[in-house]
């Protein structure tokens, strides 16, 4: 075991920051220290808590990997742009910080568009991505609709984004019955910082990897909330695109179904982990 490895399991189970090249990342590692690697990175306006019930299904065989993303959770906002490639860059980081070689990466929304990057840059880091309501290019007027919401985020703070988020997130059930699902995204979404909101936001409106998807070379699992807008019909066509790929939908779940739908979520999960190992 290297003294890096040495350090960090010392850590295990708690919060703690990694220093990177491009500042510090908060990270948290869970699990069996000893199985494969799987990393986990959070949709925007919200935490690496968003993936406790993932972390919880995996600890007897994986050794879970948490971390913020810039400008969320504990990690501060960068004083570099953010772009995909940088959070792409960032997972590297991650694995070199904690002198891990390759690890299975599961990503939703901002976080899937992350790790799937981080595939297509760095193959050789990657056994497997997971990717979960993301899409594979800024849809047709992300840039107007982003700029309204940063306007909101600067002007009145990140509580006024807080219901206008968990609608379009959640399915009308969930809302109604107020689910612990949704309490905890309100949590994240209000914690959120609004320099850090903006930032991504940036990164988000304008973007298209398109020609990534038929040179990717791992084996990859598109997972959508059957009850996500256009997205499902998007990642079908992300699928199709990329040669080693298998499409699927959950249920009764929107646009976070490991925090709307943690147990048919983490089903699939497991047997892509299964696959891998």
């Known amino acids: 075991m290297s003294n890096t490895t040495t350090l960090h399991a010392s850590r ?14 908060n990270v948290r590692l869970d699990g069996n220290a000893n199985g494969p690697a799987i990393v986990f990175s959070n949709s925007h306006a919200t935490d690496l808590s968003l993936w406790s019930a993932q972390a919880a299904s995996l600890a007897d065989r994986c050794n879970v990997i948490r971390y913020d993303q810039r400008g969320h959770g504990m990690t501060p906002v960068s004083s570099d742009e953010v772009t995909f490639d940088t959070l792409a860059q960032d997972v590297v980081a991650v694995l070199d910080a904690l002198d891990v070689e390759r690890a299975l990466l599961v990503g939703v929304s901002m976080g899937a568009v992350t ?19 993301g899409q594979w290019a800024a849809p047709s007027g992300a840039r107007e609709t982003w700029h309204a919401r940063m306007r909101i985020a600067m002007d009145e703070g990140m ?10 997130w959640f399915t009308a059930g969930s809302l109604a019955h107020a689910t612990d699902g949704v309490l905890h995204a309100r949590r994240m979404i209000g914690a959120t910082s609004a320099a850090g909101y903006i930032a991504a936001a940036r990164a ?5 990897f398109r020609a990534d998807y038929p040179h990717l070379r791992v084996p990859v699992r598109y997972v959508a909330g059957a009850n996500d807008g256009a997205l499902p019909a998007v990642m079908r066509q992300m699928s199709d695109a990329t040669p080693d790929a298998r499409y699927m939908t959950i249920p009764d779940a929107g646009h976070l179904p490991n925090l709307e739908r ?16």
Do not use: I, K, W
Request: net charge negative; hydrophobic share 40%; proline share 8%.
């Open 115 to 133: 790790m799937l990057r981080c595939a297509a840059l760095h193959p050789s880091r990657v056994a497997g991505v997971l990717a979960c309501d």
């Open 204 to 208: 988000m409106q304008s973007y298209d």
């Open 262 to 277: 943690p147990d048919a979520f983490n089903d699939v999960l497991r047997c892509f982990v299964a696959e891998l190992t």
């Open 12 to 25: 295990r189970g708690e919060c703690f920051h990694l220093h990177t090249p491009r500042g510090p990342l």
């Open 159 to 168: 509580a006024a984004l807080v219901e206008p988020t968990v609608s379009r």
